[in-house]
């Protein structure tokens, strides 16, 4: 489906338009998905979603997966940096995003966060996992490898190059999580947070809205 259908059968109707989805909560990834991030928040991710920041990893194929980039898995290009998603008010059940966030400007990060609230219907869930930066199970975004470096011993890589990757902004990890909380003009309830095991990158945050 093109995008101009897409924003079509949104802005029209508010419903999915997947037709195997059907209604109700319905589970979009299978038990066995090797993706362990992901089902770590499965269960708040169900119903009508939307995938945001996709990349080439889409949570499903069965819930509207939307980027910046044209990447092959988008059903939709756009930056919510500097405009709204074509869609009404409350209209998804959750909105997923893993690894995306870090990568927005900081000055456009509070409306970024609060645009992807705004199109969840009041009782939904945003699902977001994010390299933690914060407490270094991840590099820092401005860290670079240095003659001491087993990457530079080894001859794998160069002094003065970064360490992670290069589109990451700022240090993500749970004090911005919960800045972005607390600065929103929408209220939450947090029902999940790092719960995923600490020798893995990702934190996973999970928040309600009321």
């Known amino acids: 489906m093109n995008t101009?259908?897409?924003i079509e059968t949104f802005n029209k109707t508010g419903v999915l338009y997947y037709k195997d989805i059907g209604e109700?909560?319905?589970r979009h990834l299978k038990h066995d998905d090797p993706r362990f991030e992901f089902l770590s928040v499965e269960r708040f991710s169900r119903g009508l979603g939307l995938d945001w920041?996709?990349?080439s990893n889409r949570f499903s194929s069965t819930v509207l997966s939307v980027d910046n980039y044209p990447h092959k898995e988008a059903d939709l290009v756009i930056d919510i940096s500097h405009t709204n998603?074509?869609?009404k008010d409350n209209v998804f059940?959750?909105?997923f995003s893993s690894h995306a966030i870090e990568d927005v400007e900081p000055k456009y990060s509070q409306r970024v966060f609060d645009e992807l609230t705004r199109v969840i219907k009041v009782g939904?869930?945003?699902?977001?996992l994010i390299p933690d930066m914060e407490r270094g199970r991840y590099p820092k975004f401005d860290e670079l490898f240095t003659a001491e470096s087993p990457e530079v011993i080894r001859g794998e890589r160069q002094i003065g190059e970064l360490c992670g990757n290069p589109g990451h902004k700022y240090n993500a990890g749970l004090t911005c999580l919960h800045d972005w909380v607390n600065n929103s003009k929408?209220?939450?309830e947090i029902v999940q947070k790092d719960t995923l095991p600490h020798s893995q990158m990702t934190l996973d945050?999970?928040?309600q809205k009321l």
């Open 4 to 6: 101009e259908q897409t």
């Open 24 to 26: 109700g909560m319905q």
């Open 53 to 55: 920041g996709c990349g």
């Open 85 to 87: 998603f074509p869609f």
């Open 93 to 95: 059940d959750f909105v």
């Open 124 to 128: 939904g869930y945003m699902a977001l």
């Open 186 to 188: 929408y209220k939450f």
């Open 205 to 207: 945050f999970v928040i």
